[in-house]
């Protein structure tokens, strides 16, 4: 069992950054994938980043590739979004995810947390 619980959302201009964490409870965090998926009003959720259980493969929506990082701390039991040059359209709210292998559809995840609202003015 994995408990997840996002932070760092805010309001931001367009052009600025936010870094985003997502801290599990649980012991078994390090044998867990993560994952970042956002859902802005009126879409579907849709995947952002996800991240293996080491750190070494990462794999990013084209939408955001160059712009945003992810990346983990198992010592600390943490997966961080550092989101740069954020645009109007990445409004959404952020969610965290876990699943026993990396992957970036929204399904093969296991366990989710409540969401951090990140909104970009122009």
């Known amino acids: 069992q994995v408990q997840l619980v996002e932070s760092g959302g805010g309001l931001v201009q367009a052009g600025g950054s936010l870094r985003l964490s997502c801290a599990a409870s649980?012991?078994?965090?390090?044998?867990?994938?993560m994952g970042w998926f956002r859902q802005a009003p009126g879409k579907e959720r849709e995947f952002v980043a996800a991240?293996?259980?080491?750190?070494?493969?990462?794999y990013y929506a084209d939408s955001v590739k160059g712009r945003f990082t992810i990346s983990r701390d198992n010592a600390l039991k943490t997966v961080y979004l550092q989101m740069n040059s954020l645009k109007p359209e990445d409004t959404a709210v952020y969610y965290c995810?876990?699943?026993?292998?990396?992957?970036?559809?929204?399904?093969?995840?296991?366990?989710w947390g409540q969401g951090t609202q990140v909104t970009v003015s122009s």
């Open positions: 991240i293996n259980w080491s750190g070494i493969i990462k």
């Open positions: 995810a876990a699943a026993p292998t990396i992957r970036t559809r929204e399904v093969e995840y296991d366990y």
């Open positions: 649980g012991r078994t965090f390090i044998s867990y994938a």
